[in-house]
């Protein structure tokens, strides 16, 4: 499965975007999509996930609210959704795929950069 992830961007705090995630390939094979996010100097953490099928969706708490994953299966494409956005939530955002319940993440996107200016 090939990932690519777009829609990142420089915007004020209280603002909006929108990323998406292509996904390409095996993707019959997906079981859910990830959106995670890593700031500079920090570790990647998790940020939301939904399952392939669309029916379960979670996010970190701090996103709570303000995102909202979705899916768009006949494009086979994720979007994450970011309102009320804050400078904390300045990262390089990535999208990531697992193919079961139990596994890892496989698959990883190339990441796209948000910038949120106070």
């Known amino acids: 499965v090939q990932l690519q992830a777009s829609g990142g961007g420089l915007v004020q705090a209280g603002g909006s975007l929108r990323l998406s995630c292509v996904a390409s390939?095996?993707?019959?094979?997906?079981?859910?999509m990830g959106w995670f996010r890593q700031a500079s100097g920090k570790e990647r953490e998790f940020v939301a996930r939904?399952?392939?099928?669309?029916?379960?969706?979670t996010y970190t708490d701090s996103v709570k609210g303000r995102f909202t994953i979705s899916i768009d299966n006949a494009k086979n494409t994720v979007y994450l959704q970011m309102n009320s956005l804050k400078p904390e939530d300045t990262a390089v955002y990535y999208c990531?795929?697992?193919?079961?319940?139990?596994?890892?993440?496989?698959?990883w996107g190339q990441g796209t950069q948000v910038t949120v200016s106070s």
């Open positions: 990531a795929s697992a193919r079961s319940p139990s596994s890892r993440y496989d698959f």
């Open positions: 390939g095996r993707t019959s094979s997906t079981y859910r």
């Open positions: 939904i399952t392939w099928s669309g029916g379960l969706t």
